[in-house]
């Protein structure tokens, strides 16, 4: 299908943005583009006017200070893939990246369009829920900062208002004791995932502390599993699969007893690689 | 101003272009339907299916996943460029071949996606092949004669160089 007819303007500023979703109650930004087209040419949505970001400056990059990770929200997914300071001190991005989309698209999505978007079955949600990671916004009174966890609200939901525009995201440096594992189930790789796990941890003596599962494509949001973290870092792989408590519901993928028994499966995957040495 | 239609100029496999163009018109529908350019394929027209791949200033992207406004002064290489200046001349014999195409329908996408693997050098795997291409659809041959003529390709290319 072809999209419905919308106006197109380009923003010259973060202010400008901001301004322009004040006037246009309909508007939507355009970042990457890799979500929200698609939706514009099946007509799940149909704007009025899209505001493109793209040539806003300062708002892609990535950089390390003081112990925090900046990436700035119209980072490519494919700058952030080959970013050596994410490698570095985000290694959990690094490992989700190569799993989100193709090539195609991770050369025209951005990171904060798909933090923005919080689809649902989406790695880099999970990511940032699992770093404990945190969210610029711009709106009409100015900047603020919102924690991963108020972030996701709901389906598609987030703490984002009718005028905010979502910046950067910041997420903590990896140290020497940072673990950190993620495995997803797909029926064709770079799809949405069936079922995913994002996980980090601090290593402490031989087992874990701080464990953090976000799992995703299992509910309206990435979704923290709180006992089988406590049961992970206690350092019983049996027994964290055991109290997973998630509770999914059947989609088109597959159904939720499918998809409870893989979140099990894909567990023991991120158990492993969580309990490696870090290289 | 807000606008429905806008100007751009841009090139387009090395020839420069002025067009209006309406705001929700895909870049895909743009080279297809104003260029004359019917290389690229619409499949899906949600990013899933790969037909419509071409080239943004040097690197692939879905054409039916950004818009033509988007584009204005931007360089785009579509498979009648990269055809005519003979960059992926030796994929194109491959896939005839070792019948890596039946319908055909797959196939720019597929030989973009594949020389924007090709381009970085060396011999990838057959997985890191499978892995490149796994963002287009065929529904005919199914992949692994694509993967064997791409694989053949790579080896050829980096036995001429060494």
Known sequence: MKPALFAYKRARSLAEAVALLGEHTDARLLAGGQSLIATLNMRLSAPSLLIDINGIGGLDGIAHKGGTVEIGALTRHAQAERSEIIARHVPLIARAMPHIGHAAIRNRGTLGGSIAFADPAAELPACLVALDGEVDATGPEGARTIKAQDFFKGLFETALGPQDVLTAIRLPAATAETRVGFAELVRRHGDYAIVGLAASARADGKGLADVRLAFFGVGATALRAKKAEAALASGNVDAAVAALDLDPHDDVQATAAVKKHLAGVILRRVAKQLLEARP | ?162
């Open chain 2, 1 to 162: 101003m807000i606008d429905f239609a806008l100007d751009i100029s841009l090139t387009v496999n090395g020839e420069p272009v002025r067009e209006r163009v309406e705001a929700r018109k895909t870049l895909v529908d743009f080279l297809r339907e104003d260029l004359c350019l019917t290389g690229s394929h619409v499949g899906c027209e949600h990013g899933v299916c790969g037909a419509c791949t071409v080239r943004v200033n040097g690197e692939i992207v879905r054409g039916c996943l950004m818009l033509a406004v988007q584009c204005d002064g931007a360089k785009i290489e579509t498979i009648e460029g990269l055809s005519d200046s003979g960059e992926v001349a030796d994929l194109q014999t491959a896939f005839e071949q070792r019948n890596a195409l039946q319908c055909g329908y797959c196939t720019p996408g597929m030989i973009a996606a594949a020389q924007d693997l090709l381009k970085r050098g060396g011999v990838p795997s057959r997985d890191e092949i499978r892995e490149h291409l796994s963002g287009n659809y065929c529904r005919c041959t199914g992949y692994h004669a694509i993967v064997d003529a791409v694989e053949s390709v790579a080896q050829a290319r980096a036995g001429g160089k060494a």
